[in-house]
């Protein structure tokens, strides 16, 4: 079997160079993001990164990325998983991977489209400018939110401020718990505390928005790529109005000014959560990055 092992802190940038070469934009090309969440695995493969990863039940490896013919590296996988005892599942596959993938394999794989995990993807100035009559419900979300908090302030979250973002989400939690006791936060939970513990190390970033004295919103982010920002969270009480499109528009202003070289902030995915699909529909993407998953059909009814 392949000798998977978690990442260190000391591959980010390894990490990082290998997906911006690649061309990579989905969320889960992120080192961050493989960092923070669930039982991810890695292994270099004849240049490629390759990632084990568990989830819901669920053993599967991201598509890999990185230099050269595939081939190689997806037989190695396809061993791999035969030695495990396990379907050989590829998740994140765009299109032209699912071409590759069928050209290397004619017939031997069912494609299916993940709806749930498809990336909502944004040109930055049009978060950060809402400009014309698309972002008009936008703006006057905005003027309300400006309307109730004349004495609002952004600042940039740091090592100094992250016990204060942390009791802002105590805060956040607590009150969706009290609402829902059936919520399951469990996995994002425990991402913000290995977020907020290695903070400076991953690169992140991140803004808190403050009512006068009193934090109402966050943020968190990180760079994907050269040109491809990634928010990783963001969060806001909902008791003022138009506190999520504050944030929102402000932390896009701030990744412009601090990298003028982002084109695109990508904010993830919805989980097929009908109210996060509508919110981040609302913001018309200007790419709504299709992924796919995919599994040999001779183990389809294992997978």
Avoid at 3 to 26: I, K, T
Avoid at 35 to 62: D, E, K
Avoid at 138 to 163: T, V
Avoid at 180 to 195: I, K, S, Y
Wanted: glycine share 6%; hydrophobic share 35%.
């Amino acid at each position: 079997m392949i000798p998977f092992q978690r990442l260190n802190l000391s591959d980010r940038q390894r990490v990082y160079d290998c997906f911006n070469a690649a061309g990579r934009s989905g969320c889960e090309y992120s080192f961050v993001n493989l960092y923070l969440w669930g039982r991810q695995h890695a292994a270099w493969l004849h240049g490629h990164l390759a990632v084990f990863s568990h989830f819901y039940g669920h053993s599967m490896y991201l598509y890999p990325a990185g230099p050269g013919p595939v081939e190689p590296v997806l037989e190695a996988l396809r061993q791999d998983a035969k030695d495990r005892g396990i379907p050989f599942r590829l998740t994140s596959l765009d299109a032209a991977d699912c071409r590759t993938v069928e050209a290397l394999y004619p017939g031997q794989f069912k494609f299916c489209p993940d709806r749930d995990s498809y990336d909502y993807i944004y040109e930055i100035d049009h978060l950060a400018d809402l400009k014309g009559k698309r972002y008009q419900q936008k703006r006057n979300h905005i003027h309300r939110f400006l309307d109730a908090c004349p004495n609002w302030r952004a600042e940039p979250i740091s090592r100094e401020n992250l016990p204060v973002c942390q009791a802002f989400l105590d805060q956040w939690y607590k009150l969706r718990l009290d609402s829902d006791p059936h919520q399951n936060f469990h996995l994002e939970q425990l991402a913000l505390h290995r977020a907020f513990q290695h903070y400076e190390a991953l690169g992140l970033e991140g803004l808190l928005l403050y009512r006068e004295d009193t934090v109402i919103a966050m943020t968190m982010g990180s760079r994907l790529s050269d040109t491809v920002y990634d928010v990783h969270f963001e969060k806001a009480l909902g008791n003022i109005p138009g506190d999520y499109a504050m944030i929102n528009q402000v932390f896009a202003r701030w990744v412009r000014e601090n990298h003028p070289q982002i084109r695109y902030l990508n904010r993830e995915d919805d989980l097929g959560l009908p109210g996060l699909r509508k919110a981040k529909e609302s913001y018309h993407p200007d790419i709504l990055l299709e992924q796919y998953w995919c599994v040999l059909r001779e183990e389809m009814d294992e997978a």
